[in-house]
């Protein structure tokens, strides 16, 4: 079985800013892929981003990127020029993709505040 | 594109009751979809995978005598908790998954047992 482990519980930051989001993950597959989920008061899932575990360059999506370090088993969230709407929980993903339709495990999240 | 819809978004019934939960993909066919249960600060949990026209499959730990699943269309999962308790309250969120694996979600049930 896979674990997903998000150590920082909350972080702040100042709007602007750059902050990074730390995610772990043990597996012992080869073919998976990654996920950020945010999460804001609505509860409301949304996908922010994902990376295959086969693809050796880092997913970007406008100021969103990863740093996925297969072997290190390490799959960070930057996020450039932090918004007010940047504010919820984040949730980290993994999901195997070899038997074709698999759920995710989530980490614990990461409760992100973007400070004004 | 990619939308999914719950009914309802909120729900109170009486202890010993049951309720149904409806997760509909409304612009995409979907095989597979996932029911996942959050307590308040705390992450998603998978409870069970729903397969149009297959028996679901439950995570270690989960009823499935409690928490009846049926995926009857290519759009519709429903999840059924039976003789509900209070200790059954929490946020339900379902999934459907797309073509290339991703996993668009639901906005969540609440249930309220009383």
């Known amino acids: 079985a896979q674990t997903v482990t998000q150590s920082q519980p909350e972080m702040s930051v100042q709007e602007a800013e750059t902050v990074t989001l730390s995610c772990t993950y043990d597996t012992s597959e080869n073919n998976y892929y990654l996920f950020w989920y945010k999460q804001p008061p609505s509860r409301q899932m949304i996908l922010v981003i994902r990376?295959?575990?086969?693809?050796?360059q880092n997913a970007t999506e406008n100021r969103f990127s990863v740093n996925f370090q297969k072997a290190a088993k390490s799959f960070s969230l930057k996020i450039s020029d932090s918004q007010l709407g940047d504010t919820a929980m984040y949730f980290c993903a993994f999901m195997y993709s070899g038997g074709g339709a698999d759920g995710l495990t989530f980490g614990k999240g990461t409760h992100l505040i973007i400070q004004p | 594109g990619a939308v999914v819809s719950q009914h309802p978004s909120r729900v109170i019934c009486k202890s010993g009751t049951s309720v149904k939960i409806e997760c509909r993909s409304l612009?995409?066919?979907?095989?597979?979809m996932f029911w996942y249960r959050q307590f308040p600060k705390q992450s998603l949990m998978l409870m069970a995978t729903?397969?149009?026209?297959?028996?679901?499959?439950?995570e270690q730990g989960v009823e499935k005598d409690k928490f009846l699943i049926n995926h009857a269309s290519l759009t519709l999962s429903t999840l059924t908790v039976t003789s509900a308790h209070p200790e059954d309250s929490s946020f339900y969120i379902c999934?459907?998954?797309?073509?290339?694996?991703?996993?668009?979600f639901g906005p969540g049930t609440r249930l309220t047992v009383t």
């Open positions: 612009d995409f066919q979907a095989t597979t």
């Open positions: 990376q295959e575990a086969y693809k050796q």
């Open positions: 729903s397969n149009e026209g297959s028996k679901a499959t439950y």
């Open positions: 999934s459907a998954q797309g073509p290339a694996y991703e996993q668009y």
